[in-house]
Antibody, heavy 121, light 110 residues
Framework: EVQLLESGGDLIQPGGSLRLSCAASGFTFNTYAMSWVRQSPGRGLEWVSAINGGATATYYTDSVKGRFTISRDNSRNTLYLHMNHLRVEDTALYYCAKPPHDYQDYPFEHWGQGTLVTVSS | DIVLTQSPGTLSLSPGERATLSCRAS???????LAWYQQKPGQAPRLLVF?????NRATGIPDRFSGSGSATDFTLTISRLEPEDFAVYYC?????????FGQGTKLEIK
């Protein structure tokens, strides 16, 4: 059974940094692209970032480019999102998500339960 | 970025009725790649249908859910509503990056 378990969300001041983790199990982690998706009342669902299975290619939505870094440790079956220069508008529930097949990075068939990031002074 | 506009914002129907939800893209989607998700309160989105024309059902999804459409106009149809189908539905496009979502349609019990 595929399981994705996010952690690392917290209350953080604007300009701060945070690292989110997503522990994966139940599938061959290093063969699947993985993504981060966030959800907030004001912005709805928003794809944030993706990384391929071998960690040789990464993708970001424009609003986080230069501030967020996606990475993975395939030896630990763990996906990360390093978040710097956090803004109030980054406040959201952050999900990690996995596609149904290893040859595409979409759509998102498996999701974690989410971890909450609140950016506020 | 491709903007997805879902309509209606809220749909009020009764169990047993047919639901038709719309998703319109601001640009034609390459390879017609669109997916539909269902989300209930406190839960992550659940993949329903995806692929060319959003016509492939995800694992375990009942056949009362079906997707259709092409280019800029896509539809999710629920043939006969069950009580557990009342939720919020989102479309997402994979034709280009970023992989944008629609704003959602709330399907509520009439």
């Amino acid at each position: 059974e595929v399981q994705l378990l996010e952690s690392g969300g917290d209350l953080i001041q604007p300009g701060g940094s945070l690292r989110l983790s997503c522990a994966a199990s139940g599938f061959t982690f290093n063969t699947y692209a993985m993504s981060w998706v966030r959800q907030s009342p004001g912005r709805g669902l928003e794809w944030v970032s993706a990384i391929n299975g071998g960690a040789t290619a990464t993708y970001y939505t424009d609003s986080v480019k230069g501030r967020f870094t996606i990475s993975r440790d395939n030896s630990r079956n763990t996906l990360y999102l390093h978040m710097n220069h956090l803004r109030v508008e980054d406040t959201a529930l952050y999900y990690c998500a996995k596609p149904p097949h290893d040859y595409q990075d979409y759509p998102f068939e498996h999701w974690g339960q989410g971890t909450l990031v609140t950016v506020s002074s | 970025d491709i903007v997805l506009t879902q309509s209606p914002g809220t749909l009020s129907l009764s169990p047993g009725e047919r639901a038709t939800l719309s998703c319109r893209a601001s640009q034609s989607l390459a390879s017609d790649y669109l997916a539909w998700y269902q989300q209930k309160p406190g839960q992550a989105p659940r993949l329903l249908v995806f692929g060319a024309g959003a016509s492939n059902r995800a694992t375990g999804i009942p056949d009362r859910f079906s997707g259709s459409g092409s280019a800029t106009d896509f539809t999710l149809t629920i043939s006969r509503l069950e009580p557990e189908d009342f939720a919020v539905y989102y479309c997402q496009q994979f034709g280009s990056s970023p992989r944008t979502f629609g704003q959602g349609t709330k399907l509520e019990i009439k």
